[in-house]
């Protein structure tokens, strides 16, 4: 069965400075990948989404990941942190149909001055 | 555009209760789902509609049941309410059942059961 680790329950960073949250996945084949952004009070708003191609996917916002096969990883990266990216940050990996995405458990990103 | 509209946006309820959550989207989407979300559980899936007039089980059905009379309409009833269903809902939309594309979130209804 597929699955999704973030390792990071919390993470804090200084407004500024660079950001990396972590994604580990489990999957037979290449899987679809995404990232989704909640903030307080807020839906899932999608951030990025690898399906095939450049490993490389550029999002909004200013943020991107990289997809590794080889380490079954897609980190979100982002080279200077706003403020108003403090949220929650969900990495999710699926095929087959969307009802069989998997959500991971969630990263809260807490930006401070 | 409106998008995804869930309803209400909160609510307190007794338990043994029955309440029906509405989610209602304006993109003619085919497919729908419920998801719940927990602390340090993440979101998990209730139910989902791959189009009008069909509706399958997720991760976490039970206690829940669903309805797609209609494309825009995706309504979901705890027919007796139980605490462990005090949640954050989420409705969800996408375009192609078949694929995985990307979903739209509704803005949550947050479920308080006393």
């Known amino acids: 069965a597929q699955s999704v680790t973030q390792p990071d329950i919390h993470i804090t960073v200084s407004e500024g400075a660079s950001l990396e949250l972590r994604c580990n996945y489990s999957y037979g084949a290449t899987p679809y990948l995404f990232w989704y952004v909640q903030s307080p009070g807020q839906g899932l708003q999608l951030l990025l989404k690898?399906?095939?191609?450049?490993?490389l996917v550029q999002g909004i916002k200013g943020f991107e990941a990289e997809f590794k096969r080889s380490q079954s990883s897609f980190n979100l990266r982002k080279p200077s942190v706003h403020w108003s990216d403090a949220a929650e940050y969900f990495c999710a990996v699926g095929a087959e149909g969307y009802q069989k995405v998997t959500f991971g458990i969630g990263t809260k990103l807490q930006v401070i001055p | 555009t409106a998008g995804i509209t869930q309803a209400p946006t909160s609510q307190i309820l007794a338990a043994g209760r029955s309440m029906t959550l509405r989610c209602t989207q304006d993109?003619?989407?085919?497919?729908m789902y419920w998801y719940r979300q927990d602390l340090g559980l993440g979101l998990r899936l209730i139910h989902y509609?791959?189009?009008?007039?069909?509706?399958g089980k997720g991760e976490v059905p039970d206690g829940y049941s669903v309805s797609r009379a209609n494309t825009d309409d995706f309504p979901l009833t705890l027919a007796s309410a139980v605490p462990s269903q005090t949640s954050v809902y989420f409705c969800a939309s996408s375009d192609s059942p078949g694929e995985v594309t990307e979903a739209f979130f509704g803005q949550g209804t947050r479920l308080t059961v006393v």
């Open positions: 993109m003619r989407h085919n497919a």
């Open positions: 690898y399906f095939s191609g450049d490993t």
């Open positions: 509609s791959n189009t009008a007039g069909t509706t």
